[in-house]
């Protein structure tokens, strides 16, 4: 019942926000104030790329990058269960901000989806819709494990979708968003729009957001996503992003 009901939840809050451009702070750890820097600009989603060190998640896009004074912990999980306590039950004071925190397994992923399900089970109020409405949603892509074991996680991990990939009923339920390489439509410096639009109805269609990465990180994309109906702009340059998304004359 509560499965059911929390999905139901999350199919509204979908729908409300496709038409809406997100912002997902890409590789946001990389940044001078990683996490906050994206609430600042209340990013949709934030992002963190992982891997599992001597028991602990350690943030960093590459194996040799690793410091495992840096770990999911550190950066986000306990500055965001810190904030909660802050705004009472809330990521900051606007109260319709309830940003998603995106986890990229970089390996090893059923291993790493245990970590972050215990790690995340300790912290219900900040990250449990269930128990809070206003919590952060977790999401997982890159090494997600097989499909088939998606439905075994609690209801507060959701994943990030492919579109090539075949979902059954219930396994489609824990996909929050579609994500896909922009390199995938765009050949010879021409952008195959027919496919791309194609791709982003069958998501819509099935109430899921769309994001593209690998694009070029400027104003004429994101002009071009909004207009093609891509719910999620994939940054480096949050507060860039953000200006021109509030500007109305580039609607």
């Known amino acids: 019942m509560m499965k ?14 496709q038409g809406q451009v997100l912002i997902h702070s890409h ?6 104030e990683p996490l906050f820097n994206a609430l600042r600009y209340e990013a949709f989603t934030v992002e963190a790329d992982v891997y599992l060190v001597n028991g602990k998640l350690a943030v960093a896009h590459d194996r040799k990058d690793i410091d495992t004074s840096r770990t999911l912990s550190s950066l986000y999980l306990d500055p965001l269960d810190s904030l909660f306590k802050l705004y009472k039950g809330r990521v900051s004071a606007n109260k319709n901000y309830r940003p998603t925190l995106a986890i990229d397994i970089k390996s090893d992923g059923p291993a790493v989806l245990s970590e972050i399900a215990r790690l995340v089970k300790t912290k219900p109020e900040v990250f449990d819709r269930r128990k809070n409405k206003n919590a952060i949603q977790i999401i997982v892509s890159g090494d997600r494990g097989p499909i088939e074991q998606w ?12 579109p090539l990939e075949h979902y059954n009923e219930k396994t489609l339920e824990k996909v929050l968003t579609i994500s896909d390489s922009y ?13 791309l639009i194609k791709m982003i109805k069958t998501a819509h269609d099935h109430n899921k957001l769309v994001r593209l990465w690998g694009a070029p990180d400027e104003p004429q994309t994101w002009i071009l996503f909004r207009r093609l109906g891509v719910d999620i702009i994939n940054t480096d340059k949050i507060a860039e992003c953000r200006a021109f998304l509030a500007d109305k004359s580039n609607q």
């Open 27 to 32: 590789n946001d750890y990389e940044g001078s």
């Open 183 to 195: 390199g995938r439509y765009a050949r010879n410096n021409q952008l195959d729009t027919a496919a």
């Open 4 to 17: 059911s009901l929390l999905f139901t939840v999350l199919m509204l809050i979908v729908s409300v926000i």
């Open 151 to 162: 439905t075994k996680y609690p209801p507060f991990i959701m994943f990030d979708g492919r």
